[in-house]
């Protein structure tokens, strides 16, 4: 079973030995990213996206660590926007893309296959182009002869897990620009201030008695770790969440969205994975608690139950109110069946601000989470041999 060793998360000097490409002082950067961004969107003229008309439909293509802007999007424009957002790893460009229409493409490193194929491919058609990645690449390469808008994503830029916010930002300013979502400018200083904020809370010299993202490793540490959002918001937030345990922590994590994932995942709680097959403590029969791991076996990972709630309704709504309640009842379905659970609820604000609260959170909890089980959180040699693997066969490499 998998073992956190706390005193690797506490002492800021391990922390950095662990740390080979300071994973922690990037994401600590989430608010100034947010604040350079604004600046460099402006300065590329973003409000010059789709050449300041607003087209028929939107396509943003978007995969690995960069994908969660595809998915931010989608949620913003859904409730409102006029016209549709859809979202594309690779290669076809669906047949009705074409010059009424508006392609986003987001690669950090601007190199990415699938949005570098798609960006080409829309080029070619003679679509509105905007992408945001590095300068002086394939990807900035390809909006240039399209005449399109291409934002840089700055210096210093590494890993797109630790800069979402480079990515993120130009998107949320083309899409208030051309009215897919309201995220007036007013919203970005706020943004960045909770980032600032969490970036503080969850600093590498808080212990972790008092550090709610050292608090989450720990907890989850021993779990077979499932994310719900209570909500659609939330629900995005889970998705990265899931893929964050798994890419930096290397911790298998499965996400879903309330209502619809509750049946599932309450399902889960008569496994193998729950105390007794899901009857609590009380259904632990046969469980010998004098047995020894290393003659006997270790024990197995238990559940656990990581829930990123959404602040509150103010004024409250009966929809509010109706999805409080079924998160509560799971959650005490969960504490009675002995599943692990763990509660993130976020400030009032602005959907975005309460957003990039909860993915803040779980960015910095999944990479103290790897540091403890002694794991890099930037570098998989299992990814690093897969690509080789692909480039000597001259194929694209995984997102």
Same mark, same amino acid.
């Given at each position: 079973?998998?073992?956190?060793?706390? $005193?690797?998360?506490?002492?800021?000097?391990?922390?950095?030995? /662990?740390?080979?490409?300071? $994973?922690?002082?990037?994401?600590? +950067?989430?608010?100034?990213?947010?604040?350079?961004?604004?600046?460099?969107?402006?300065?590329?003229? #973003?409000?010059?996206?789709?050449?300041?008309?607003?087209?028929? %439909?939107?396509? =943003?293509?978007?995969?690995?660590? %960069?994908?969660?802007? &595809?998915?931010?999007?989608?949620?913003?424009?859904?409730?409102?926007?006029?016209?549709?957002?859809? #979202?594309?790893?690779? !290669?076809?460009?669906?047949?009705?893309?074409?010059?009424?229409?508006?392609?986003?493409?987001?690669?950090? %490193?601007? +190199?990415?296959?699938?949005?570098?194929?798609?960006?080409?491919?829309?080029?070619? /058609?003679?679509? &509105?182009?905007?992408?945001?990645?590095?300068?002086? $690449?394939?990807?900035?390469?390809?909006?240039?002869?399209?005449?399109?808008?291409? =934002?840089?994503?700055?210096?210093?830029?590494?890993?797109?897990?630790?800069?979402?916010? $480079? @990515?993120?930002? *130009?998107?949320?300013?083309?899409?208030?620009? @051309?009215?897919? &979502?309201?995220?007036?400018?007013?919203?970005?200083?706020?943004?960045?201030? /909770?980032?600032?904020?969490?970036?503080?809370?969850?600093?590498?010299?808080?212990?972790?008695?008092?550090?709610?993202?050292?608090?989450?490793?720990?907890?989850?540490?021993?779990?077979?770790?499932?994310?719900?959002?209570?909500?659609?918001?939330?629900?995005?937030?889970?998705?990265?969440?899931?893929?964050?345990?798994?890419?930096?922590?290397?911790?298998?994590?499965?996400?879903?969205?309330?209502?619809?994932?509750?049946?599932?995942? =309450? &399902?889960?709680?008569?496994?193998?994975?729950?105390?007794?097959?899901?009857?609590?403590?009380?259904?632990? +029969?046969?469980?010998?608690?004098?047995?020894?791991?290393?003659?006997?076996?270790?024990?197995?990972?238990?559940?656990?139950?990581?829930?990123?709630?959404?602040?509150?309704?103010?004024? *409250?709504?009966?929809?509010?109110?109706?999805?409080?309640?079924?998160?509560?009842? !799971?959650?005490?379905?969960?504490?009675?069946?002995?599943?692990?659970?763990?509660?993130?609820?976020?400030?009032?604000?602005?959907?975005?601000? /309460?957003?990039?609260?909860?993915?803040?959170?779980?960015?910095?909890?999944?990479?103290? @989470?790897?540091?403890?089980?002694?794991?890099?959180?930037? #570098?998989?040699?299992? #990814?690093?041999?897969?690509?080789?693997?692909?480039?000597?066969?001259?194929?694209?490499?995984?997102?």
């Amino acid at each position: 079973m998998p073992s956190l060793e706390e $005193s690797w998360i506490d002492d800021p000097e391990e922390l950095r030995w /662990r740390d080979s490409r300071d $994973s922690l002082r990037s994401l600590a +950067t989430a608010g100034a990213q947010v604040r350079e961004a604004v600046t460099l969107s402006r300065e590329a003229g #973003v409000e010059r996206v789709a050449y300041g008309e607003r087209p028929r %439909s939107v396509l =943003v293509a978007a995969l690995g660590g %960069s994908s969660v802007v &595809a998915d931010v999007l989608e949620l913003l424009a859904e409730p409102g926007s006029p016209v549709p957002v859809t #979202v594309r790893r690779n !290669l076809p460009l669906p047949g009705w893309v074409g010059p009424l229409d508006l392609v986003i493409a987001v690669s950090l %490193s601007g +190199t990415a296959d699938g949005p570098v194929a798609i960006a080409r491919e829309a080029a070619r /058609r003679g679509t &509105a182009l905007l992408t945001v990645g590095a300068d002086d $690449s394939p990807l900035a390469e390809a909006a240039h002869r399209a005449r399109g808008v291409h =934002v840089s994503v700055g210096r210093g830029r590494t890993s797109s897990r630790t800069s979402l916010w $480079s @990515l993120l930002t *130009p998107v949320l300013l083309a899409a208030d620009v @051309l009215g897919l &979502a309201d995220v007036p400018d007013a919203v970005f200083p706020q943004i960045a201030a /909770r980032l600032d904020e969490q970036a503080e809370t969850c600093r590498p010299s808080s212990e972790s008695f008092v550090n709610p993202a050292k608090l989450m490793a720990v907890q989850l540490a021993e779990t077979v770790p499932v994310v719900l959002g209570d909500n659609p918001l939330t629900g995005v937030a889970a998705r990265r969440a899931a893929s964050m345990l798994a890419r930096t922590a290397r911790m298998p994590a499965t996400w879903g969205e309330l209502p619809d994932a509750a049946s599932q995942v =309450v &399902a889960c709680f008569d496994g193998p994975f729950t105390a007794g097959g899901g009857q609590g403590l009380a259904g632990r +029969t046969g469980m010998d608690i004098f047995a020894d791991p290393f003659l006997d076996g270790p024990a197995q990972p238990s559940l656990g139950l990581l829930m990123l709630r959404d602040a509150p309704s103010d004024p *409250p709504t009966p929809e509010g109110d109706e999805a409080a309640a079924l998160t509560d009842d !799971l959650l005490a379905t969960a504490r009675q069946a002995d599943v692990r659970v763990v509660e993130s609820i976020a400030a009032p604000g602005h959907p975005v601000v /309460r957003l990039a609260e909860h993915i803040a959170m779980v960015d910095f909890a999944s990479t103290y @989470l790897a540091i403890g089980l002694g794991v890099d959180p930037a #570098v998989s040699p299992h #990814v690093a041999d897969l690509r080789d693997r692909r480039r000597g066969r001259g194929r694209p490499s995984a997102g």
